[in-house]
């Protein structure tokens, strides 16, 4: 998500054209293409004191934008590797990116146990 979080909230009526992934100038950032861009950032962050059933409610419409991203791997990955500690980013809940965080360091840390050790050079 790529607003600030506290404007107010509002849903775009008819989302502009946008140019097919195919189509997209490859030096532009993957942010240019972001659904979000043109959705309200009070989806995607969370207000102070939310009740979790507004949470919940929110959050799921958020991943409902996010599911019709054609940047949403580039929004997730980015999310991982900043990492980005608040609002919805690639489909993923802040929740959900530090379990998926988790278990990657998990992960290396099994391969790195499974990796033959490295013989000195001498």
Same mark, same amino acid.
């Given at each position: ?9 509002? #849903? ?6 946008? !140019? ?9 950032? +993957?942010?240019?293409?972001? #659904?979000?861009?043109?959705?309200? /950032? ?18 799921? /419409? ?5 599911? $019709?991203?054609?940047?949403? #791997? ?13 609002? !919805? +980013?690639?489909?993923?809940? /802040?929740?959900? $990116?530090?379990? !998926? ?18 013989? /000195?050079?001498?």
């Amino acid at each position: 998500m790529l607003h600030p979080p506290h404007q107010s909230l509002q #849903v775009a009526a008819v989302p502009p054209q946008r !140019v097919p992934v195919g189509d997209r100038d490859q030096d532009a950032p +993957w942010h240019t293409e972001a #659904v979000c861009r043109r959705d309200e /950032a009070g989806l995607f962050f969370a207000p102070s004191k939310e009740p979790t059933a507004a949470r919940l409610s929110r959050e799921e /419409a958020a991943k409902r934008v996010c599911a $019709r991203c054609p940047v949403l #791997v580039e929004c997730r990955e980015h999310a991982l590797l900043q990492p980005e500690p608040y609002g !919805v +980013w690639g489909g993923l809940t /802040a929740a959900e $990116r530090r379990v !998926v965080l988790a278990r990657r360091r998990r992960r290396e840390v099994e391969l790195q146990k499974a990796a033959p050790p490295v013989a /000195a050079a001498g």
